[in-house]
Nanobody, 117 residues
């Protein structure tokens, strides 16, 4: 089992920045990809960014150039630096990790990000 604990959400004005963190604990050696998904009110989860254990990053087009995902494998932690935030970035951000051996996905409980215009 893997437990994901997010932190760093909050309220910020448009144009501002936030940094999200997600620390994994438990059977972390089995994790490959980690990342972030966002859920806006009334909508489904959507990809924000993911990063492999080797450091290959993948971003949603709308976040390229504004968001940067990084990972510290020694700390089993993934980070999301969000700059130039827009009101449409508002939502609950969920940390994600996958175990490819068992084809299983883990999710955090989510952290609220609110961008005021």
């Amino acid at each position: 089992q893997v437990h994901l604990a997010e932190s760093g959400g909050g309220l910020v004005q448009a144009g501002g920045s936030l940094r999200l963190s997600c620390a994994a604990s438990g059977s972390t050696a089995r994790i490959n990809d980690m990342g972030w998904y966002r859920q806006a009110p009334g909508k489904q989860h959507e990809l924000v960014a993911t990063i492999s254990r080797g450091g290959s990053a993948n971003y949603a087009d709308s976040r390229k150039g504004r968001f940067t995902i990084s990972r510290d494998n020694a700390k089993n932690t993934v980070y999301l630096q969000m700059n130039s935030l827009k009101s449409e970035d508002t939502g609950v951000y969920y940390c994600y990790a996958n175990d490819p051996l068992w084809d299983y996905e883990y999710w955090g409980q989510g952290t609220q990000v609110t961008v005021s215009s």
